[in-house]
């Protein structure tokens, strides 16, 4: 199975900080990747897909880039919504695995 | 507007069976491949199990292999989960998540149901 490895676990900056959160695979999985947001209570959501597309409504200061192993997730202007865990998933191979998230906390 | 609503998870106890199933609306549900995706208390999210448009292919994590069966009716644009012989590893709370891309089977899930918790206890 592929084993994603993210880093930072916990992240904490200030509204208006630029953030990078980074999702290691533990083989190529060349663009197959999706990044989600997590908020309590609720359902993951869809942010990125194929690495670096960004889904329909999702406001612009989030991107993704990376190929191959290693996969970033940049927010740009952090802001008080995206307080939130984010989580990383290949969908290169079955089974589909998720990394362990990244919960990103507003100073 | 896409709609996915899980249902069917109450109490059960260790080595007991349950069925949840998710109804989907807004979409032709018979077009796009769906997975079951699920949560523990406070811990993060684990893939379950993936079901082709047709039925075929189907893939299930390790963990539930064996003892877990998805299944979809078209006719009904209805997801189903059949689990047996559970555990207490199993109590989490249940998605059914849409894949993004129809008539792919190489895609990301884009669209969650609110989610049905399934509680494993004696």
């Known amino acids: 199975d592929i084993q994603l490895t993210q880093s930072p676990s916990t992240l904490s900056a200030s509204v208006g900080d630029r953030v990078t959160i980074t999702c290691r695979a533990s083989?190529?999985?060349?663009?197959?990747l999706a990044w989600y947001q997590q908020k309590p209570g609720k359902a993951p959501k869809l942010l990125i897909y194929?690495?670096?597309n960004l889904e329909i409504g999702v406001p612009s200061r989030f991107s993704g880039s990376g190929s191959g192993t290693e996969f970033t997730l940049t927010i740009n202007t952090l802001q008080p919504d995206d307080s939130a865990t984010y989580y990383c998933?290949?969908?290169?191979?079955?089974?589909?695995?998720f990394g362990q998230g990244t919960k990103v906390d507003i100073k | 507007e896409v709609q996915l609503v899980e249902s069917g998870g109450p109490l059960v106890q260790p080595g007991g069976s349950l069925r949840l199933s998710c109804a989907a609306s807004g979409f032709s549900f018979s077009n796009f491949g769906m997975n079951w995706v699920r949560q523990a208390p406070g811990k993060g999210l684990e893939w379950v199990s993936f079901i082709s448009r047709s039925s075929s292919p189907i893939y299930y994590a390790d963990s539930v292999k064996g003892r877990f069966t998805i299944s979809r009716d078209n006719a009904k644009n209805s997801l189903y989960l059949q689990m047996s012989n559970l555990s207490v590893e199993d109590t989490a709370i249940y998605y059914c998540a849409r894949d993004r891309d129809a008539f792919s089977t190489s895609s990301c899930p884009d669209y969650w149901g609110q989610g049905t918790l399934v509680t494993v206890s004696s």
């Open positions: 083989q190529s999985i060349n663009t197959w």
């Open positions: 194929k690495a670096s």
């Open positions: 998933q290949q969908f290169s191979t079955y089974p589909r695995t």
